[in-house]
Nanobody, 124 residues
């Protein structure tokens, strides 16, 4: 069992940056692959980025490639999503998720644990 708590969301102007954090507690964080997803109310959950448990492999959605960077610090039991060049369409709630095992995936249904989400609002 692992508990995830996101932080770092907020209001930013278009073109600005935010850094989301995902603090994990419970079992060893390094045992889990990690992902970030986002979901607009009434719409399907959207994959954003994922990282292997060792941090040596990442994958991104096309919509954020080149603007967002996923990383993790297993010593601190924390994952991160650095978001640059933010656009109004990036506005929504962002969730981190953990999946038992090393392999990353873009499929949300394969993640075992989820945080409560953090709101990101990008003004134009």
């Amino acid at each position: 069992q692992v508990q995830l708590v996101e932080s770092g969301g907020g209001l930013v102007q278009a073109g600005g940056s935010l850094r989301l954090s995902c603090a994990a507690s419970g079992r060893t964080f390094s045992s889990y692959a990690m992902g970030w997803f986002r979901q607009v109310p009434g719409k399907e959950r959207e994959f954003v980025a994922a990282i292997r448990w060792s941090g040596d492999s990442t994958v991104y959605a096309d919509s954020v490639e080149g603007r967002f960077t996923i990383s993790r610090d297993n010593a601190k039991n924390t994952g991160y999503l650095e978001m640059n060049s933010l656009k109004p369409k990036d506005t929504t709630v962002y969730y981190c998720a953990a999946r038992t095992g090393p392999w990353l995936t873009t499929r949300g249904e394969l993640y075992d644990y989820w945080g409560q989400g953090t709101q990101v609002t990008v003004s134009s």
